[in-house]
């Protein structure tokens, strides 16, 4: 599995994402802080910490392939100007690293990769619990319940 490109361009793709991802919640978990918002802001770093974990699997996974790998393509902070907005932007990365997952996943049992396909498959459960807690959570804020 190491020599097959398709392979290892998931791989990288996801470390990315992951990587990406704690940024983009440490940067939110400091600005909710900020905002005096101490629930929140320890939801964030909760949620890097859980990101953090997934790149970890990916990483082990690469070195147990003999993949060499960074995480250094990141895309740019977004990490919005209200909690809903940051709320907003969360849940489209989730929807990004979901189809990713999804189609990694897909890849792999395609091809035969089954220790590869039940990593995506299971970080790609993972992800969904988290679009549904954001999905959740803007429920409540449309619906009044935050502020």
Partial sequence: MANDPRMTGYLM???????AAVQQYLTQSSLTAMWQLKEYSGRFRRD????????????????????PFNGTQLPPIRPG???????????????DVIRLYEEAAHYCAR????????????LLQ??????????????????????
């Fill in 13 to 19: 793709r996801a470390l990315s994402a992951e990587m």
């Fill in 48 to 67: 890097a910490e859980e990101e953090l974990g997934h790149a970890q699997r990916l990483i082990e996974h690469m070195l147990m392939l003999g993949i």
């Fill in 81 to 95: 100007r209200s909690l809903e907005e940051m709320l907003l932007i969360d849940r489209d990365l989730e929807i």
């Fill in 111 to 122: 091809v035969r990769a089954e220790g590869l396909q039940a990593l995506f498959a299971g």
């Fill in 126 to 147: 993972e992800e969904l619990g988290h679009l549904r807690d954001l999905d959740h959570l803007l429920t409540e804020m449309h619906q009044g319940a935050i502020a």
